[in-house]
């Protein structure tokens, strides 16, 4: 079946993404520190810091490239889950290029796939609990909310909050951009946890 293969190959992915943003906060914390002990006016090795930051960028890259494909299977997914058997009757299913730009249309974007993945979620299941549905339905809501600060709102904001390029600056920053990192852990997990209830529910509806 295309839905559960797609959502399998999905979630790991997912799982592939967040081991790499655990080594990233990881990374992140030799940098705080290294920086940390600057600012109080300890000596710390340009051979450290420059092997930190090397490693710092390797991983920042590996993590773009991969949630970047990662991205691309999540868009296959929307698409995939709502031209299921049960939710192709509704009025409501959308074709690809629609699909595409509910994610690409500025500001609608932030509410707009939200209520697309709530809608195929209710319909696509129907012979399952309605409060199950309704817990499915509102973990969605929260994940959703959770990527937003974590993602795009959150990183815009961090690069607004912080323009300079001090030290002190710098060690600032890093600790704000870990704390999103850690949202961003939550945030996958939570997502793993709807791509499993989903794979469930695609079991419980053959």
Do not use: C
């Amino acid at each position: 079946m295309a839905l559960s293969r797609t959502t399998k190959h999905l979630r790991l992915l997912v799982i592939l993404v967040l081991v790499l943003e655990v080594a990233g906060i990881v990374l992140h914390f030799y940098q705080i520190d290294a920086l940390g002990l600057i600012i109080k006016g300890e000596f710390v090795s340009s051979v450290y810091i420059n092997k930190i930051s090397d490693w710092s960028y390797w991983q920042f890259v590996a993590h773009l490239a991969l949630y970047s494909f990662a991205g691309l299977f999540f868009l296959r997914w929307t698409y995939t889950s709502q031209i299921g058997a049960v939710f192709s009757k509704s009025n409501t299913s959308k074709s690809l290029k629609e699909v595409l730009v509910l994610w690409f249309i500025p500001f609608f974007n932030l509410f707009r796939p939200l209520q697309h993945i709530r809608a195929f979620s209710l319909q696509q299941f129907q012979s399952t609990d309605i409060k199950a549905i309704k817990n499915y339905r509102s973990l969605i809501t929260i994940w959703w909310f959770l990527w937003l600060i974590s993602g795009p709102v959150g990183r815009y904001l961090a690069h607004l909050s912080f323009p300079n390029e001090s030290v002190v600056a710098s060690y600032t920053y890093l600790i704000f951009y870990v704390f999103l990192e850690f949202l961003s852990i939550i945030t996958a997990i939570l997502f793993l946890v709807i791509l499993g209830r989903q794979l469930h529910f695609i079991r419980g509806n053959k």
